[in-house]
């Protein structure tokens, strides 16, 4: 079935990309514009719980994740000085049937290859930065900083934390710098030279904690992310190379086993940890926005990629549901699905204290965007699945 509203998606992220998938299998014309020449392997690793998993195992891409990331044995929570287990998160065949999807640990990079597969060819526009948008008649008109101009009747704005879609919405606003840097390495394995090391451990410490896993199921690349509080950040760049000695200086006092890991890191990259106010105001007539446009969570839960793919397939849905007739009470049904379950992933990734002790889980890995009850308010549910 042919949809007849043309949907413009800003961002080809993790949100932005699993949206326009899902909507091109739903009938809609979808284009997404990105800032970026093109995709590369950079960037750092990232999990996908079995929440994420569900929505994009309905897109075939399980498989095709299970090749290039990998299925985690366990999550482990250990103490900074003595090594003790804090707790252990078993994730095998009984954890999997319980939550409804594996949890894969995999490089971002490798991420984007493939969800670049499961949207139509031709249907990304790289080096496309969003400069504008106004009104045109009974669409929306997209200005872009190469000089083109392209409509839409439905923008969604993927755009990440700094958003143009919700400056555009809301008015100018910076992130709010929190604190604290995230110091991130990529390596290879033997760099560790055969000393053991656990598919996904974080360690917790007094002002700090450092996340250690495996990215591919080879166990052929480590993925380092130490959190560490910082005065300020006043630089203009977004990201910066450091030297390797800063991230071993973060961790010195902590377990021997850490400080082989951080001493086996050749490249390390420091960037600011950012988030904003609460501002429930996602959607504005045929706009809405998506992921950490809207709700940046703090990234100490792995969580912020998994609420932009939720927040992918409640919009999904709710644009199906309301079809041709009415996108603005689409939106607004998308808004007031997602910002309870937002509200307190956005509670705990704040607290840091997701996994840090025996947790309650289920609510989280065991919810399915794909059939979760929409809502047209907050304490009005629609009864649609």
């Known amino acids: 079935m042919q949809r007849a509203q043309r949907i413009a998606v800003v961002g080809a992220g993790l949100g932005g990309l699993t949206c326009a ?5 739903a009938g809609f014309v979808v284009m997404v514009y990105e800032q970026a020449a093109t995709f590369a392997r950079i960037g750092a690793g990232i999990i996908l719980s079995a929440n994420v998993m569900k929505v994009l195992r309905a897109l075939g891409l399980e498989r095709p994740l299970l090749e290039v990331g ?3 044995d366990a999550f482990v929570s250990r103490t900074w000085d003595t090594g003790e287990t804090l707790f252990e998160l078993t994730l095998d065949a009984a954890s999997e049937r319980r939550f409804g999807g594996p ?20 249907s990304i526009a790289f080096g496309h930065c969003l400069v504008g948008l106004e009104a045109s008649g009974a669409a929306v008109s997209l200005a872009f900083e190469n000089g083109t101009r392209h409509e839409a009747d439905i923008v969604i704005g993927a755009d990440g934390i700094r958003s143009k879609v919700r400056e555009v919405l809301l008015g100018p606003e910076p992130p709010r710098f929190t604190g604290r840097v995230a110091q991130r390495a990529i390596f290879k394995t033997e760099r560790l030279g055969g000393q053991p090391m656990r598919d996904c451990t ?130 607004r049904c ?39 009850p929409l809502m047209r308010a907050l304490e009005d549910p629609l009864g649609y699945t």
């Open 21 to 25: 998938a899902l909507l091109q299998r």
């Open 103 to 122: 949890y894969i640990n995999v490089h971002r990079g490798d991420l984007h290859a493939v969800l670049a597969s499961a949207v139509k060819p031709g």
């Open 334 to 372: 998308y808004v007031a699905t997602r910002i309870p379950r937002v509200r307190e992933v956005q509670r705990i990734s704040m607290e840091n204290s997701w996994l840090n002790g025996p947790t309650a889980t289920d609510w989280y890995f065991c919810y399915d965007a794909l059939t979760a």
């Open 202 to 331: 974080k360690w917790w410490g007094p002002d700090r904690h450092l996340l250690a896993y495996f990215m591919t199921r080879r166990r052929d690349e480590v993925y380092l992310m130490g959190s560490v509080p910082a005065v300020s950040w006043d630089r203009e760049e977004l990201s910066l190379a450091c030297p390797p000695g800063e991230l071993i200086e973060a961790f010195q006092n902590f377990h021997a086993e850490i400080r082989r890991l951080v001493e086996a890191a050749t490249t390390v990259v420091v960037s600011p940890i950012c988030d904003r106010p609460r501002h429930d105001g996602w959607s504005a007539g045929p706009i809405a926005l998506l992921g950490d446009a809207c709700h940046p969570v703090r990234p100490y839960m792995a969580a912020g990629g998994a609420m932009a793919v939720e927040d992918a397939a409640i919009l999904s849905r709710c644009l199906i549901l309301f079809g041709d007739a009415d996108p603005a009470a689409a939106l």
């Open 70 to 72: 990998i299925a985690p």
